[in-house]
């Protein structure tokens, strides 16, 4: 069953999938007395498992059993990419860690935008019929309007770098290294546009679901079971090793930390972090398959834009010049115009016919 597509509708689900996602690291500022490796790993266990899990339970009727009867390739492959993902979300994590949540977002999301958003297409043969319509080109034009964008956010950190001195940085980031943040950032990224593909590889699982008679705003609900799976199990593997190495396993039951009061904040991380791709599911098939490929750089901009109005009100930016507030706020309305024309793109190319592309692996 098809479903008409609502770009407007779809951009409003990428934003919010956008707030969740630069929201998601806040709870875990609250938490006290453990390791990263054990808040990382505590709130990965909701986000990659139980999240995924009860949400396709609530929109999708009978999800295990679409699971089951879904293409071995298909499982394959979406696993797969969501293991490859899974190495991105750990590395962002740390990208966090050491740059602060708007130099990390604008630097690793730069790259998995770029990559996400343009990879995929040409991948499947795709690309050079965007330039055979005018909606293809606006919706490229907008595309490089947001790494335009990104870029100019990402200036906007290195000027931060310059001016602030490492006291200062350390003061809002007590872990702040630049050298260690760029690399981390630069590979999370990379590896986290592997998402996009993982969405591309489980498209027979959410026909399954609307031909069980899912909701089809609700069909990629079944592939992120899969998906997240992947994640889990490099996530899973690293944080258990970080925890035999530095002797912090004792964290989970450890009485010289509040555990409950810890679980409780890395459980609404996981949510929070897990209602991203929720709502990026939804927005994708509202924008329609011609340019479901857009939605990766609207998630991309939408994150980046409130990750800095986060950092904004977290004070990252305390101790910048004037010029260097200018240049992240001007890189934050760029963004703003880059979804705008992205959903322009997309409004009038809903009526355009689409080409048809067979995708394989």
């Not at 409003?12 to 996602?21: E, K, P, S, T």
């Not at 679409?66 to 797969?80: D, E, G, K, V």
């Not at 604008?106 to 050079?128: D, M, N, Q, S």
């Not at 965007?130 to 000027?159: D, E, R, W």
Request: contains cysteine; aromatic residues 14%.
């Amino acid at each position: 069953m098809a479903i008409a597509p609502n770009p407007e509708l779809g951009i409003l689900f990428h934003a919010i999938g956008g707030l969740a996602a630069a929201s998601f690291y806040i709870p875990f500022t609250r938490v006290r007395g453990w390791s990263w490796e054990t808040l990382w790993l505590v709130g990965g266990i909701v986000s990659w498992i139980i999240a995924p899990l009860v949400a396709s339970i609530l929109t999708v009727p009978d999800p295990v059993g679409i699971l089951r009867a879904a293409p071995a390739s298909s499982l394959f492959w979406c696993y797969l990419y969501g293991a490859l993902w899974g190495i991105g979300g750990l590395t962002f994590g740390l990208s966090m860690r050491y740059l602060g949540m708007s130099l990390g977002y604008a630097l690793a999301l730069g790259a998995c935008a770029a990559f996400g958003t343009l990879i995929p297409p040409i991948y499947f043969g795709e690309f050079g019929n965007l330039f055979q319509s005018t909606s293809g080109i606006i919706v490229l034009a907008g595309v490089a309007i947001c790494l335009g964008g990104i870029a100019i956010c990402g200036l906007a950190g290195v000027h931060k770098e310059r001016e602030l001195t490492d006291e200062e940085k350390r003061n809002t980031i007590k872990e702040f290294s630049f050298k260690k943040g760029v690399w981390v950032a630069m590979f999370a990224g990379i590896m986290s546009a592997c998402m996009a593909f993982a969405i591309a590889a489980g498209k027979p699982i959410a026909d399954a679901a609307v031909a069980a008679g899912a909701n089809p705003t609700f069909s990629n609900n079944p592939v992120y079971i899969i998906v997240m799976a992947g994640g889990l199990t490099t996530n899973l593997i690293w944080c258990l090793y970080l925890n035999f190495k530095n002797g912090t396993g004792r964290e989970y039951f450890s009485s010289q930390a509040p555990v409950l009061l810890n679980i409780f904040y890395c459980a609404i991380a996981g949510i929070t972090w897990y209602l991203q791709f929720f709502f990026y599911g939804m927005g994708t098939i509202k924008l329609g398959e011609k340019y479901e490929f857009s939605s990766w750089t609207l998630h991309m901009a939408f994150i980046i834009v409130f990750s800095n109005v986060w950092a904004l009100a977290l004070h990252e930016w305390r101790g910048t010049s004037s010029a260097t507030r200018r240049l992240i706020t001007s890189g934050i309305v760029v963004l703003i115009i880059s979804t705008i024309v992205i959903g322009y793109g997309n409004k009038i190319g809903a009526d355009e016919p689409a080409v048809a592309v067979e995708k394989t692996h």
